[in-house]
């Protein structure tokens, strides 16, 4: 790789990065969190006083340079503040996904060889001492929220308190051994180990330097002019790299405001509280809010209805071209105001973005319909392309530039090029220094010169200069006639529908493209409910056969949609099935960020698989399910096989 | 009473004294007797549960202990304070707190206002100055907040704190009543029937709640519940009742093999 010089000022560590805003804006607030109804603050220059305590606390039970300190928890800012702790004395930081079940923990923390666990409460605390036993590196576990663990075994748990007041008790006595400590940290010395979700396989230990870290959030937050007046709300996983290069990287690099919920299902109130200038989120969330409020609605007056749907088409109309700074009449503007006041503004606030002045979303491909919607409303809501291994930033879209079918183009600093079969490579500071413990995987991915592979499948657009995604390089293939077959396409058109939640398409190698659709229990509860049809169970909705016509009904508007399109109108879906159960990360039928994991459904689904391609028109099948405390149980159902209408291929080039 | 009573459960838990005697209740209405000499006692620290089978007086046991009926015969002693009569008032103000079996709750109000209402015993300003909300009267409410957020932190309930109880599933009802029992800061919490109507989860979480109240406030729990599973698995000692009569007194296990309650609960083959 090229030669990059330190920042200046010697910022080449997290730690020295919050030494600095101490400095600079000790006053500032740097963390909030909901705690007791209120929000409580905390300045930089606390900030640097409880991570200084934490990490002397964590020298007084023997953490060393080098030593892995995995994190397991929702957002609190104490569990950012022992992940900064741990890097001031030399030590790596290792979030895990909260939601994992004990059993993926085992795996990474095994791997790692963690011998510190930092675990938010007693139900992480009690996952990790199931499988304490696979765990022989494991040494001290420290918990942060005492609650109901009076009665456990104190000798190797601590309370992160406790920890911290040992820390500050020992202040003194520490000072030499901190500065000895912070002198074996510099640009290269590792920042942060995450681990992949996994979408293929076990899960990687992503190795991330101080410098991948810094540089990334130094690039991004220029290209973007963060600074330190913005405010975020982090409430996406710990263990995602996303929130480490926001909630640390970015948040440290210019001294914005973190807040955190006061728990997980109160985000969307904390949200409308903290009105965040800066907002990222995984298209799920834009698609949830936008089903949320669009079940309001149509529960809603009938006045109401119509000034929200007459607003909302002027919206459509012109809103994207105000926020793009592109002409539009007076007239136009005058109304759009109007609308502002009346229908955008309230149902923003409602939203929590009321302030957002930038919003990402990553992760999936966004609808454009969805993303369309938000843009109308004065929303600046923009696409980016990134990885765990690239420390989030690949490509990035430039305010202006904004599109729903592209990623954007090369973020600051970051060179593409397009392998031969269509995959997309890339070289930035950001690239990850290794996977940990593994060097084929390391070299099969990154090559001597530095060059990553995605793993997608990608072109860049030759009048724009934009990049544009298509698929998973390795899940793009043939059908038995040869056209090609591009799942991940489809499926999104599909999920678009608000009835349909996810979808799974099946055809390579085969002659007719099929699917399996999981539908979206709110929205189509609503919709049940409208329309008289009764059901007492998620399995018995999913089977209704009304809700089946509606199925087909959306699937023939794709297969139509996918008839124009010359590449990929072999993709037309000639049967389908909904499913009993919702694909589930417990099941290992999805990873933790939600993406379905094609290879299990595959194996597990085998018999359904079977039938869709057969003749069959009903299928019985037994599934097994682990519930959220691990148990494993078995639903089973008979699933009606349906055909949906194709329409035929439109001549290539017309 | 004397000191030499404490002693240690196998989880740690301290149970000391005891804080409740109840000594020869009988209970009459008109010419139906509901509880018929009746004695037990309640340890400082200990879940006890009072069970048996419909109609057994269980939820009429309650309802003397905290002074809603009273009893024509017998007394009761808490803390060693012995009496014969007392109004709930009263029991309210020495400590003792209670849900009930079917939610009671003020369904218009939210659950923040709810919990609220189970501090009202620890107001002291006037009427007029909690109608100004001003000075002293907005200092009393500030650290009665405190207090209840600090409880809807321990049960869980941020993300229903403004909501209409009413428009609240059952379960979650229940733990809201939980919650404004807890508000009055009781020695002696009695719940019936907590887990009445819940599903296996729902049940779960609140054994787990009841479990965490003794653990980390100390505070004596007396419950009637239909459960024997949660009853077995949570309670240190086992009351069990039938027609109004106590028919065996001892810890989960003893109980179950106890021929009596084994007859009360399947029938007794003729």
Redesign the interface.
């Given at each position: 790789m090229t030669a990059q010089t330190a920042p200046s000022g010697d910022l080449d560590t997290v730690p020295k990065l919050l030494a600095r805003n101490a400095r600079e804006m000790g006053g500032k607030a740097a963390n909030r969190e909901k705690e007791f109804g209120i929000w409580q603050s905390w300045s930089w220059a606390e900030v640097e006083e409880e991570i200084t305590a934490l990490a002397m606390g964590f020298l007084a039970i023997d953490v060393k340079v080098g030593d892995h300190v995995a994190i397991i928890g929702r957002n609190r800012p104490a569990l950012y503040w022992s992940m900064v702790a741990a890097q001031k004395i030399g030590a790596v930081p290792v979030p895990l996904y909260q939601d994992a079940v004990a059993d993926e923990m085992a795996y990474v923390l095994d791997h790692c060889a963690a011998r510190y666990v930092i675990a938010e409460n007693q139900e992480q605390v009690d996952k990790v001492l199931e499988i304490q036993d696979k765990l022989p590196a494991l040494e001290q576990i420290v918990y942060l929220e005492p609650r109901g663990m009076r009665k456990y075994d104190h000798t190797v748990l601590h309370a992160l308190k406790d920890i911290q007041d040992e820390g500050r008790a020992a202040h003194e006595r520490f000072l030499p051994e901190l500065a000895a400590r912070a002198k074996t940290q510099n640009y290269d010395t590792t920042c942060v180990m995450l681990y992949t979700s996994g979408t293929t396989g076990k899960p990687k230990g992503v190795v991330l330097s101080n410098r991948n870290i810094i540089e990334s959030a130094k690039s991004s937050s220029e290209f973007d002019d963060l600074n330190a007046g913005d405010s975020v709300l982090a409430y996406l996983p710990m263990a995602w790299v996303g929130d480490f290069i926001f909630s640390i990287g970015q948040c440290y690099w210019t001294g914005f405001c973190v807040s955190c919920p006061e728990s997980e299902i109160t985000m969307q109130n904390d949200l409308r509280e903290i009105g965040p200038s800066y907002f990222f989120a995984p298209p799920r969330f834009f698609e949830g809010v936008l089903t949320a409020v669009m079940i309001r609605m149509e529960d809603a007056g009938k006045t109401k209805r119509r000034m929200f749907s007459y607003f909302l088409a002027h919206a459509k109309k012109v809103g994207s071209n105000i926020l793009d700074g592109k002409p539009v009449s007076v007239g136009d503007r005058l109304k759009y105001a109007l609308g502002n006041i009346l229908v955008y503004g309230p149902l923003k606030n409602r939203m929590g973005m009321s302030r957002v002045r930038i919003g990402y979303t990553a992760g999936e491909a966004i609808g454009p319909e969805i993303f369309e919607f938000y843009r109308s409303l004065g929303i600046n809501l923009k696409q980016l392309y990134g990885q765990t291994e690239a420390s989030v930033y690949i490509t990035i879209q430039p305010d202006g530039e904004v599109r729903p079918d592209t990623v954007g183009v090369p973020a600051p600093g970051v060179e593409i090029k397009i392998g031969d079969n269509g995959e997309v490579y890339y070289r930035s500071p950001g690239v990850f220094v290794e996977y940990y413990k593994n060097p084929e995987s390391t070299a099969s991915t990154k090559d001597a010169e530095g060059w990553v592979a995605t793993g997608d499948a990608g072109f860049i657009e030759e009048s724009s200069g934009h990049l544009r995604i298509i698929d998973r390089a390795k899940d793009v293939g043939k059908m038995a006639d040869g056209s090609l077959f591009a799942p991940k396409y489809v499926e999104n058109k599909l999920k678009f529908y608000p009835d349909v939640l996810e979808a799974v398409l099946f055809g390579a190698g085969t002659d007719k493209c099929t699917a399996f659709i999981n539908i979206d229990l709110s929205a189509v509860g609503n919709w049940a409910e409208r329309n008289n049809v009764s059901y007492s169970s998620y399995q018995e909705l999913a089977g209704h056969a009304r809700v089946m016509d509606v199925i087909q009904h959306h699937i023939e508007e794709v297969n139509a949609t996918l008839a124009e399109d010359a590449m990929l109108n072999g993709c037309q879906i000639h049967r389908f099935l909904i499913l009993h159960k919702e694909l589930d990360p417990d099941d290992g039928e999805m990873t933790r960020t939600r993406k379905v994991r094609r290879r299990i459904i595959d194996e597990k689904y085998a018999d359904l698989i079977g039938a869709l391609n057969g003749e069959v028109e009903e299928i019985f099948t037994k599934t097994e399910v682990t519930y959220e405390d691990g148990r494993k149980g078995s639903i089973s159902a008979t699933l009606t096989i349906r055909a949906a209408k194709t329409f035929p291929r439109r001549a290539k080039a017309a | 009473m004397s000191f030499d009573q404490t002693t240690t459960t196998a989880?740690?838990?301290t149970i000391g004294g005891p804080v409740m005697e109840v000594k020869n209740i009988t209970l009459r209405f008109g010419g139906v007797t509901a509880i018929k000499d009746i004695s037990f006692d309640i340890l400082e620290g200990e879940i006890r549960a009072i069970i048996g089978p419909n109609g057994a007086g269980k939820t009429s046991m309650l309802n003397v202990i905290n002074g809603f009926y009273h009893a024509q015969e017998g007394q009761i002693t808490f803390r060693g304070e012995t009496r014969s009569r007392m109004r709930p008032y009263h029991a309210a103000v020495s400590g003792i707190s209670r849900t009930f079996q079917n939610v009671a709750l003020f369904s218009g109000m939210s659950t923040l206002d709810n919990i609220m209402a189970g501090r009202a015993l620890k107001m002291n300003k006037g009427f007029i100055w909690q109608m100004l909300r001003y000075g002293p009267a907005m200092n009393e409410e500030i650290k009665h907040?405190?207090a209840v957020?600090?409880i809807?932190?321990?049960l869980?309930l941020?993300?229903i704190?403004h909501t209409p109880v009413g428009q609240l599933p059952y379960g979650l009802q229940k733990r809201v009543e939980l919650g404004r029992a807890l508000a009055a800061e009781p020695s002696l919490l009695l719940l019936d029937e907590p887990m009445a109507g819940m599903n296996v989860e729902e049940k779960e979480d609140m054994s787990?709640y009841i479990?965490?109240v003794n653990?980390?406030f100390g505070t004596t729990i007396t419950l009637i519940e239909h459960d024997m599973g949660v009853v077995m698995d949570i309670a240190d000692r086992v009351v069990v009742l039938d027609y109004g009569k106590k028919i065996a007194d001892g810890t989960p296990s003893e109980v179950q093999r106890n021929q009596a309650v084994i007859d009360a609960y399947l029938g007794v083959p003729s």
């Open positions: - | 989880d740690g838990r907040r405190r957020e600090e809807i932190d321990f869980e941020e993300h704190r787990r479990l965490d653990d980390q």
